[in-house]
Structures are given as structure tokens and as C-alpha cells.
């Protein structure tokens, strides 16, 4: 018999007999109905707490924002989806201010690129499904325009959230956007900048992913 | 179950609890290492609960770990068919030695030399590393704890933090000694070194294991929690990604998830949520630009089965691998991870490993604990773990009337004169007339009671017989 089977047999064949599986009830999860603007200072008090950095900002704005942030940061390459409309956005923005670092497009799989993903991008930007207030998630699904690395290797993550897309609590999230009727083949929450506290428990950033995450929420 | 004496990590011998506990107890260093942390994780636990109903949510946690144990064989086949509709490869593992072949297989199929791995208590407990270099495949440990504790040749001492015995000065001197870093106590300059080298190791790397913390049946997904984002590099940095989780970890429905989420890292760090939470339901598609493009799953059993066919010792199974009973533990924050010999430390170590490693292996576990119930009041799926704590101590005597034995080496600790000595005990006890002569002569003859009575007179004073039995002074009350 397959392990499989010899398994699956004696979980079937239960010496204690049948169990009887108890009632869930998730009300404990509920919380009460928030606005945006109680959503967004949440979030924004929640994430910042864990180091990650929030700009508030407009549909307008955002570019100039973005460009503030990676001078003062010195980031000389930026890399964006090639169809999204964050992507678009910046590269008709490049053709009449000098501002922004240079825009590396991810389109290429990665294994023709691997080593210059790997040391030559300063940061990336990717759009995201919404936010979470609660605990100050991001919520990613990388697709085939915003593939899984955009938002784990370079050392500088942005993200941009709208504000209208803000959650209270992932419960809410996951029901509100179905998430049990089919998954993409990876989903992420990302609250933060990668960190470790190995050693003694100090918190150092940037361990494996990005040192920094900053959102520029769309208000 | 296959594991024997001579598998358990580095060929300690579990049975050898009583001398590793004293030496760590007269090690300082050790004990102001975890002390240290674990009153910090006690308070951050705390706080990071504060505003919630935590009775509540702790109840709904063990419903929702009781109903997906209660539905285990069907959840199980639910999972296995989703995930290979996903295009992920299932396997099954009767026991470590089995999941272990089973990743070699792999690996030897895609001709791969290097393994780069994310934390994973489940390889933990296969010995994954020590079996893989054993085959000529290198091993690499990314998580920064792990990581530590390999270059140290060592086991991890906690579930969570696996080089939490270790203070800076030990892992600077370590890194300097392996790795060729400065001298320094700068965490932030050991942690980017670290960042260095093992960047060069995910892009090298052949095939990414990691372990599971939930296997969502309803759409076939892996979630994963973490940090450093080592588990993420893993799991889609090398184009194949092996899984490897307890059959234990299924639960049927995304929005159990949430819930155990709020629990699992709260109760482990005291975060409201990790860095990453990593939601895998497939390999790399047509048109996508990374990611694996072979995603395999490797359901292990080694003895959860067992423990499955009894009403009381399933509740072991809940288990979600916070950590949090260690953390609170007055015996696992006094002796430390090491002292035990086990792949699973404290409390949670207490009440599984005797099933793994077997009673007559494990017989010293189940006592290392005072019973003082904290493991239990903190634990996010409530788990008895004191009342299972007992039923191993009397399964090691051989169990009662009212449970018969079941645990693999049952009876190991069991002494014919201490049982005798009970025998007799329960046989006076059952007749007051006796009973009363018992003590009347005990009190009159008090004065030859030994003051030394073996082990119990090694730290404490003999407990001394009273002048007049309670009897006695009743009746004088009532006078």
C-alpha cells in the first residue's frame, strides 16, 4: 500500500471513533465600521510602527512625490511594470522632467537578468489590491506585468495604495474580494520592511528584502 | 514511526535530560540569554493582544483547529486534489526518513547540487540538512537564526528564534570564525553581511525547501509567515520549490486562516503581523516572469497519525507552532532549548516529543515541568497541555484503569516497588480504620522520619509530619 493510503487508512480508521468538528464563529473578528480617513490614519500609525514609511498624496501628485523620495534617497534606477498604469505614468513623465532615476521595465524573464536584479535596481514600485488598517498590510497579487521579485529584491520597495481601498481588518479584505474562489499562483501581505531579530532580538532592516517600503497612498 | 535513539538530532540522547539541565543551570550566560528574551516576548505578547476579546478569540482558534482535525482525511484529500489542479506536486511521507527520499529524489531529478532552505521545524525533525549532505547536496539554512545556529553546528534551541542562546558577542565571534566579518557587536553590520552572502547562495541555489504554517484545502494555497523575506526568496527565487508540513497543517477554508494569523504571531513575537505573509497556490504560469516552475508538496506523517486515533493526545495536533508555551515556560526560560535533546523544546517538545522519539526515549519530558499551568493559559488553541502533560507521566508508568496505554514505550519508567508502594497506599487509604492507625502512628513516631528523602531533599527540606492528625485536631476543634 502507498504511503498515501496506509495514511489516509488509519485517519479513516480512527480508534477513537468519529469526531464531530464544533462551530466556528468568526464574530470576534468583526470590528466596527470605520471611514477612510479613520482606515487611513490606522494604517498609516500601524505600518509606521514597524518602520514602513507613508506618503499621503494625490492622483496628481504622486510622480513628484516619488521623485522627492528616491533624490533624497540617491536611488539612480527604478524598476516598474511594463503595462500597469504606474509604469505608464512614469515613462511619459520621463520624457519632459529629469527627476525620476533611470526606469528599468521587468519583461524579460528573470533568468535572462537574475544577477542585474539582483545589484544594479535601487527600488521598485508596484501597485497593490487594497491595504489593510488594522495591521498595516499591503495587499499584493504580482502578476504577469508585476512579477513576485518587483517587491522583494530591490532595497527600496513603493508601493501605492489608494485610499479608497483600505480594509479594516484581512478578514473583511479576504471576504470582500473572494479570495476563496481562486487564488493567483502567489498572493502576499506585506507590513513592512524585511527585518530579523536573531541576533539578541535587535531589529536590524533589510535583511533578505527591502530595507525600506514606503506607500504612497492615493487620496 | 521510525525514528530511533540513534536519529535524534546530532545523536543526543534524549534520555541524558538531568545532566544537560544542570549544566545549563549553572551556566549564567545561558540564563541571562533567555531570560532576557522571554520576558521580552511575554510583555510583547501582551500588549500586542491588548483591545482584543482573547478568551473569544482564543476559543475560535481551537474550534477551528478541532474542526479541521475532526475533517483530517477528507481535508486532506480536498488539499491534494487542489493543489494538483494548481499544478503543484503532492507527496506523502509515512515517516522523515521516507520525506527525506523524497526531496533527494527530487533533486537528484533536476541534476541539483544546492539547496537553499527557509525555516522549516518539519525538516527540523526529518534532519533534512544532515541527510542531503549525506548525499552530496549542500544545504544552506537562509533563515538569519538558522543560518546562525548551522554555522555553529548546533540545533536550534526555540522554535521561532533559533539562535536565541546565543547573545551578539557569541555570533560576531562566530560570523568573524566562518564568514570572514569584522569583530563587531553592530547587528546591523552582521545582519548585511549575512544579507551578502546569502544572496549569492538564493541565486545559485537549485531548489528553494521551506516549511508550511497553513495548507488551505479550498484553493489548494501554502502560507507561509515571515519576516526576513528568506522564506519568500526561497520559495520563488529557485526554479524548483519543495514544501515540507506536518499532515496536521490543513485547515479547509482561506478565512480560517485570518484568525490563526491574528493568533500565530501574536502569541509567537508580539507583532500584529509579520513582514510577509506569503500565500503560494502554484508554480511559475505561462507568460509569468518568476517563480518556480516546479512546486512540490511533501505531506509528512512521522507519528501525527498515531497521536490522531486518541480522543486526548489529539489535541497535540493543534498545535500551530507559535512558541508561545516556551516563552512562558519557568522550566524552558531556566534550562534553555538545548537541555532537552529534542527537535521541539519546551512544553509544546514536552507533550509531542515522547510520540516521536518514543517513552522509553522521552521518559524524562513529561516531568520536566512544574505543572504550573502557563504553557496552557497562553497557548492560542488552548491546548491542555498540563492535562497531557499528566496522561504521559501515567502513560509512563503504564497508564490506569480509565486510559490504557498507548504511547510507544509505555511503562518504560515504571518501578514494580513504586508501584508496590502504591498499591499499598491506595489499599490502606480504603479503610479508615487502618488509615486512621497509619497516622496516628506516623505522628507518634514522627521524630524518626528521615530527613533526607532522595531527590525531593536535593533542593528542598523534607516535609515534616504533624504532631496530632487532622483527625485529632478536629475533634479537639469540636470540643
Redesign the interface.
Known amino acids: 500500500m502507498?504511503?498515501?493510503d496506509?495514511?489516509?487508512q488509519?485517519?479513516?480508521h480512527?480508534?477513537?471513533g468519529e469526531?464531530?468538528?464544533?462551530?466556528?464563529?468568526?464574530s470576534?473578528?468583526n470590528r466596527p465600521e470605520w471611514s477612510t480617513a479613520e482606515k487611513l490614519d490606522m494604517f498609516e500609525q500601524?505600518i509606521e510602527s514597524?518602520h514602513g514609511e507613508v506618503h499621503r498624496t494625490t492622483e496628481d501628485g504622486w510622480i513628484d512625490r516619488l521623485a522627492e523620495i528616491l533624490q533624497t534617497r540617491s536611488a539612480q534606477t527604478l524598476l516598474i511594470a511594463k503595462q500597469h498604469e504606474i509604469g505608464k505614468a512614469l515613462q511619459s513623465a520621463t520624457k519632459n522632467r529629469e527627476d525620476l532615476p533611470q526606469l528599468l521595465v521587468?519583461?524579460?524573464?528573470?533568468e535572462s537578468w537574475?544577477?542585474a536584479l539582483?545589484s544594479d535596481v535601487d527600488a521598485g514600485i508596484t501597485s497593490t489590491r487594497g491595504g489593510i488598517a488594522?495591521?498595516?498590510?499591503l495587499i499584493l497579487w504580482?502578476?504577469?506585468d508585476e512579477?513576485?521579485?518587483m517587491s522583494?529584491v530591490p532595497p527600496i520597495h513603493i508601493a501605492v495604495l489608494k485610499a479608497s481601498e483600505l480594509y479594516t481588518?484581512?478578514?473583511q479584505a479576504?471576504?470582500s474580494q473572494n479570495?476563496?474562489t481562486?487564488?493567483?499562483?502567489?498572493?502576499?501581505?506585506?507590513?513592512?520592511?524585511?527585518?530579523?531579530?536573531?541576533?539578541?532580538?535587535?531589529l536590524?532592516y533589510?535583511?533578505?528584502?527591502?530595507k525600506e517600503l514606503i506607500v504612497l497612498v492615493i487620496e | 514511526m521510525s525514528e530511533t535513539a540513534e536519529q535524534s538530532p546530532h545523536h543526543i540522547d534524549v534520555k541524558e535530560f538531568h545532566p544537560r539541565a544542570r549544566a545549563a543551570l549553572h551556566n549564567p550566560q545561558i540564563r541571562q540569554n533567555f531570560r532576557k528574551a522571554m520576558d521580552g516576548l511575554m510583555t510583547k505578547r501582551k500588549s500586542s493582544f491588548e483591545g482584543w476579546d482573547l478568551e473569544t478569540l482564543r476559543d475560535l482558534g481551537a474550534n477551528i483547529r478541532l474542526r479541521a482535525l475532526a475533517n483530517l482525511p477528507d481535508l486532506l484529500e480536498q488539499l491534494e486534489q487542489k493543489l494538483t489542479e494548481n499544478g503543484i506536486t503532492v507527496h506523502w511521507a509515512n515517516d522523515g526518513d521516507e520525506a527525506c527520499e523524497i526531496v533527494r529524489d527530487i533533486c537528484v531529478a533536476r541534476k541539483a547540487k544546492s539547496v537553499i532552505k527557509g525555516k522549516s521545524m518539519v525538516s527540523e525533525e526529518m534532519e533534512l540538512n544532515h541527510y542531503l549532505e549525506e548525499q552530496g547536496i549542500e544545504a544552506l539554512e537562509s533563515d538569519l537564526g538558522e543560518y546562525i545556529v548551522q554555522l555553529a553546528e548546533e540545533t536550534p534551541s526555540h522554535i521561532i528564534m533559533p539562535a536565541i542562546h546565543k547573545n551578539t558577542e557569541e555570533i560576531s565571534q562566530l560570523l568573524h570564525d566562518k564568514t570572514g566579518t569584522d569583530l563587531s557587536h553592530d547587528v546591523e553590520y552582521l545582519t548585511a553581511n549575512a544579507r551578502l552572502q546569502l544572496r549569492e547562495k538564493f541565486m545559485n541555489a537549485d531548489v528553494g525547501v521551506s516549511g508550511v504554517n497553513f495548507a488551505v484545502a479550498e484553493t489548494g494555497t501554502l502560507c507561509l509567515v515571515e519576516n526576513e523575506g528568506n522564506g519568500r526568496m526561497t520559495t520563488t527565487v529557485p526554479p524548483c520549490h519543495i514544501a515540507v508540513t506536518g499532515i496536521e497543517k490543513v485547515v479547509p477554508n482561506l478565512e480560517d486562516v485570518t484568525a490563526l494569523l491574528a493568533l500565530l504571531t501574536r502569541s509567537a513575537t508580539g507583532q500584529h503581523i509579520t513582514t510577509y505573509f506569503n500565500m503560494i497556490s502554484g508554480p511559475r504560469q505561462l507568460g509569468e516572469l518568476d517563480g518556480p516552475e516546479e512546486v512540490h508538496v511533501v505531506l509528512v506523517d512521522n507519528g501525527r497519525s498515531t497521536i490522531y486515533q486518541d480522543d486526548e493526545l489529539l489535541d497535540t495536533l493543534r498545535c500551530i507552532r507559535c512558541g508561545a508555551c516556551m516563552n512562558h515556560c519557568p522550566v524552558y526560560t531556566r534550562v534553555g532549548g538545548h537541555a532537552y535533546g529534542t527537535t521541539y523544546p519546551g512544553p509544546i517538545g514536552k507533550i509531542l516529543m515522547p510520540h516521536m522519539v518514543g517513552l522509553d526515549e522521552g521518559r524524562h519530558l513529561p516531568t520536566a515541568s512544574s505543572l504550573c499551568g502557563a504553557c496552557g493559559e497562553v497557548c492560542p488553541v488552548k491546548i491542555p497541555i498540563p492535562d497531557l502533560l499528566v496522561r504521559l507521566r501515567q502513560e509512563a508508568v503504564d497508564g490506569d484503569k480509565l486510559h490504557p496505554a498507548k504511547v510507544r514505550g509505555h511503562g518504560a519508567k515504571r518501578s514494580s516497588m513504586e508501584a508496590m508502594i502504591w498499591k499499598g497506599w491506595s489499599w490502606m487509604h480504603a479503610r479508615p480504620g487502618l488509615y486512621r492507625m497509619g497516622t496516628n502512628l506516623g505522628a507518634r513516631f514522627r521524630k524518626l522520619q528521615p530527613g533526607k528523602i532522595g531527590g525531593w531533599t536535593q533542593y528542598r527540606t523534607a516535609p515534616k509530619l504533624a504532631a496530632k492528625t487532622l483527625h485529632e485536631r478536629m475533634k479537639e476543634r469540636s470540643q
Not at chain 1, 134 to 137: D, I, K, L, R, V
Request: aromatic share 6%; charged share 15%; net charge negative.
Open positions: 502507498s504511503s498515501r496506509t495514511i489516509l488509519r485517519l479513516r480512527r480508534t477513537g469526531l464531530t468538528a464544533p462551530e466556528c464563529d468568526f470576534v473578528l500601524t514597524v521587468y519583461d524579460e524573464p528573470v537574475q544577477n539582483f488594522e495591521t498595516g498590510s504580482p502578476s504577469v512579477p513576485r521579485l522583494l481588518t484581512f478578514h479576504m471576504q479570495w476563496g481562486g487564488m493567483p499562483t502567489n498572493a502576499l501581505l506585506i507590513s513592512g520592511p524585511s527585518k530579523t531579530a536573531d541576533i539578541e532580538q535587535t536590524a533589510g535583511v533578505h528584502g527591502p
